[in-house]
Structure formats: C-alpha cells, structure tokens
C-alpha cells in the first residue's frame, strides 16, 4: 500500500515536471533567436538591431518579450533610425543569471550597459509597462546614455496590489518560485491564458495572432515564469526611492496612456509622474494597456514624432 501511495505521489510530481519541459522545448523551436547576443555581467542578452541613424532603443514589459513591439511599422522607423529591441534579461531569448538581480535599478543598470556596449549615441529611450520604469530608472541613474525617454503605459508609481492578471506571480520564496516554475506554472497558464490575457489587454481585443506574432507563447517556460515572477516581487524595492527624485529628472520625458488602461491607472501612473515632474509631455488615448499592439500605426507616429523632438530639445538644454 506505501508504494502504491508513493507511486501516485512521484506520478503527480514527474507529469507537471514532463508537461512542463516537453511544452518548453516545443516553444524554444518554434521560436529561435531572430538576432544577436550581447553578454552583460551573467546576463545574456538577445536583441534585433536594424536600421541606421540616430538609435531607438525599446523596453518591454512584465511577462513580454521583443516581439511585444512586432506590430510597429519597423520598417518605418528603420527608414530614418537605428531600431535596437531588447529581450530583458530572463525573457524572451534572453537569460538572467542565477545571482542576478531583478529589481529596478539592476534592470536599469543592464539596459545602459547594452547601450554603451553597442557603441549607441544617446538613443530615445521607449520603454513599455515595467519598461517604463526600468527606463525611467536609466535616466535617474544614467542620464548621460539617453536623449529621451519615450514611455508608453509606464509603471511610476508603487500599487499597494498587483495587478489581478499578474497576481500568480507574487511568489516571494525563490525556492517556492522555483519548484511553482517547474510544476503548477505552465499548466495553469494555459488553462487561464484567455481570462489572463483578456484582462492585460481590456477594453481592446488581443489580435488572434498575438500567440506568435506578438510572443504570447514564450511564456510558457519555466525560467520566464521565474523571471516574471522575480521582476514583480522585487518592482516595488525602487519605486519609492524614484517617486522622490523624478523632480531632479534632467532627462526630457514623454508619455502616452490609454486611459482605459486595466492593468496600470493613468491618474495613479501618468498624471501623477506629471504632478512631480511638470515637464512630462503626457498623452492620453482612447485605448488599454497593451498600445503597441492594438495601436501600431498610432504608437509608432508617436515614437517618431518624440524622436524628431529629441534633437531639437537637446540643442535647447545645451
């Protein structure tokens, strides 16, 4: 009777473990690397790079990848600059060493190594959800590698809770975090992935291609389930600190917000970040979280018109 009862409980251990590597596997070749690698500390670092001219550099977000940008007119923006889009560190193809941090500033301090490491000349700076304030932390702590920051539904401030979507993620054990990684996290995953998904993209509709276009599917890895999981548990360890020093930002800053937006409020995001810095060029849109995917052709007139300005305001501040 103890065996059998240990069989069943090794069985209800290894199926989620199997699941959970066969589904991996098939993700990592359905999608292989679509551009290079550049090693930061232990980090290493997957991005695209195309075009030439002054440099864009794009950020995503929490649970996002590269491809969240897929739906811009990149060839557009490639016409007249250089297009840098980085996978962060645990995402995507890239891959966050063991003893990295996942806190804001860490985050910040790897986007401004990759910058100067690809020899960019103070690029605009978009930055998307989390992004954005893995990018505004790059202008408190680096200002001297940007021109401008472009911010596109930026977290800013601190939530006293996590956003519904995103609470599954609030594994504050590394160890917990780790065995929920290899277990319950891509199953689970998949069977809420419509409810999930819904929600990151209210009121919009997420395009029926987002799975593949956009990245959806790379998710379902056990270290990107963990990485997500550190960059929400550790999100809040900055953000008090930035909230004190965004008056001191020297760095122009430009923001767009859907004001639908479900997963980040644009009164506790964006017109706050305005109300400590009056320079914030903030834009609200008729639209939710997820802009650069249900408003290419729009977010990216906008990118473009904030990268035309970066010069010229450049010229005004020297």
């Known amino acids: 009777m103890t065996s059998i009862v240990l069989g069943v409980i090794a069985l209800a251990i290894l199926a989620p473990v199997a699941f959970t590597f066969f589904i991996a596997r098939r993700v990592n070749k359905g999608f292989p690397p679509e551009g290079q690698f550049i090693d930061i500390g232990g980090d290493r670092v997957h991005y695209t790079d195309r075009g030439t001219g002054p440099a864009i550099v794009f950020v995503h977000g929490l649970c996002g990848n590269l491809r969240n940008f897929a739906y811009l007119d990149m060839d557009r923006l490639a016409r007249s600059h250089r297009v840098i889009v980085i996978d962060r560190p645990g995402a995507g193809r890239s891959v966050r060493a063991a003893d990295s941090p996942a806190n804001i500033y860490a985050q910040a301090h790897t986007v401004a190594q990759c910058i100067e490491q690809l020899g960019l000349d103070k690029p605009v700076l978009v930055g998307h959800s989390l992004g954005g304030a893995i990018s505004l932390a790059v202008g408190l702590n680096h200002p001297h590698v940007i021109r401008r920051l472009a911010l596109i539904a930026p977290l800013t401030h601190a939530e006293s809770t996590p956003p519904g979507a995103f609470r599954g993620l609030v594994l504050t054990s590394p160890l917990v975090r780790r065995l929920v990684s290899w277990t319950l996290a891509i199953p689970l995953s998949i069977i809420n992935s419509r409810k999930a998904i819904a929600a990151v ?118």
């Open 201 to 318: 993209f209210a009121p919009e509709a997420m395009p029926k291609d987002f799975p593949f276009k956009g990245g959806g599917l790379l998710g379902l890895r056990p270290h990107v389930f963990y990485a997500a999981s550190s960059d929400l548990v550790a999100a809040p360890e900055d953000l008090p600190d930035m909230e004190r020093r965004y008056a001191s930002m020297t760095v122009p800053v430009d923001v767009l917000y859907g004001r639908g937006d479900r997963i980040l409020n644009v009164k506790r995001q964006g017109e706050a970040l305005k109300q400590k810095l009056d320079r914030v060029n903030l834009g609200i849109i008729d639209g939710g979280h997820m802009l650069p995917v249900t408003q290419p052709a729009l977010t990216t007139d906008w990118v473009l018109a904030v990268a035309a300005a970066a010069p010229a305001q450049a010229e005004l501040l020297a």
